[in-house]
C-alpha cells in the first residue's frame, strides 16, 4: 500500500530558526514529489521535484529529493511568523490513465515571536 | 478567471440526508478530482475526472457520487450523509495529468450530525 509519512506532526520555533520538515515514502510507480503550504484554506503549491540531489529553492525556502532513500526534506531559514501553516508533501504517482496524489498528514509549524 | 469555485462553503446536515457540492472551473481544464481532509490525515482522492464524460474512483468513493456532463462541472452528491463524512471537501484542476499544475478550490465544510 503507497503511504507518505511526515515528520515531525507538529513544530513551534521562534523567528529567526531555522527548520527542517521530513518526508518519507513508499509509493509504486513514483513520478515526482510535490511540497503545499496550507493556511486555513487550499493548499498552495511549494515545489516539485523529481529528481535526486538537485535542490529547488524559493527565498527562504528549499527542498531536496533522495529517490534511493525515498525521502525529502523542506528547509526554512529564518522563519517569520508569517511562515505558521501546515507543510503537506505529497507523492504523485502514475496510476495508469490518470496520475494520483498520496498525501502525507503534514507538518504543523507555528512560529512565535 | 474565477479559478475553481466551490459552494457551499460551510454545511451542516443531519444523518440520511443528501446534498451535492458544486465545484465548477473556468480554465478548460480536462481533469477535476474531489478531495477530503480530515484532521491528521492530509488529502485523500475521493473521485476524479478525465474529461467530461468520464469519471472514476479515487482511495475513498464509498458514499459519494460524482458526474462530468461539462468540462466546467464536477459535482459531488452524498447520498445519504454520515457522521463520518464530517471534512473539508476540496475540488481540484488541473490542465493534464501533471498534477504540479493543479489548482485547489477554497473549500467547502461539511458537518453531519
Known amino acids: 500500500e503507497d503511504k507518505v509519512v511526515q515528520s515531525p506532526l507538529s513544530l513551534v520555533v521562534h523567528e529567526g530558526d531555522t527548520v527542517t520538515l521530513n518526508c518519507s515514502y513508499e509509493?509504486?510507480?513514483?513520478?515526482?514529489l510535490l511540497w503545499y503550504k496550507q493556511e486555513k484554506k487550499a493548499p498552495t503549491f511549494l515545489f516539485m521535484l523529481?529528481?535526486?540531489?538537485i535542490e529547488k529553492k524559493s527565498g527562504r525556502l528549499s527542498s531536496i529529493l533522495d529517490k534511493k532513500e525515498l525521502f525529502s526534506i523542506l528547509n526554512i531559514t529564518a522563519t517569520q511568523t508569517g511562515d505558521s501553516a501546515v507543510y503537506l508533501c505529497?507523492?504523485?504517482?502514475?496510476?495508469?490513465?490518470?496520475?494520483?496524489?498520496?498525501f502525507g498528514a503534514g507538518t504543523r509549524l507555528a512560529v512565535h515571536p | 478567471n474565477a479559478g475553481v469555485t466551490q459552494t457551499p462553503k460551510f454545511q451542516v446536515l443531519k444523518t440520511g440526508q443528501s446534498m451535492t457540492l458544486q465545484c465548477a472551473q473556468d480554465?478548460?481544464?480536462?481533469?477535476m478530482s474531489w478531495y477530503r481532509q480530515d484532521p491528521g490525515m492530509g488529502l485523500r482522492l475521493i473521485h476524479y475526472?478525465?474529461?467530461?464524460?468520464?469519471?472514476d474512483q479515487g482511495e475513498v468513493p464509498n458514499g459519494y457520487n460524482v458526474s462530468r456532463s461539462t468540462t466546467e462541472d464536477f459535482p459531488l452528491r452524498l447520498l445519504s450523509a454520515a457522521p463520518s463524512q464530517t471534512s473539508v471537501y476540496f475540488c481540484?484542476?488541473?490542465?493534464?495529468?501533471?498534477?504540479?499544475?493543479?489548482?485547489f478550490g477554497p473549500g467547502t465544510r461539511l458537518t453531519v450530525t
Open positions: 481540484a484542476s488541473s490542465r493534464d495529468r501533471g498534477l504540479q499544475s493543479q489548482y
Open positions: 523529481t529528481s535526486s540531489g
Open positions: 509509493v509504486t510507480n513514483f513520478r515526482s
Open positions: 480554465m478548460n481544464h480536462e481533469y
Open positions: 475526472s478525465v474529461g467530461a464524460g468520464i469519471t
Open positions: 505529497a507523492v504523485e504517482a502514475d496510476s495508469g490513465g490518470y496520475n494520483k496524489l498520496i
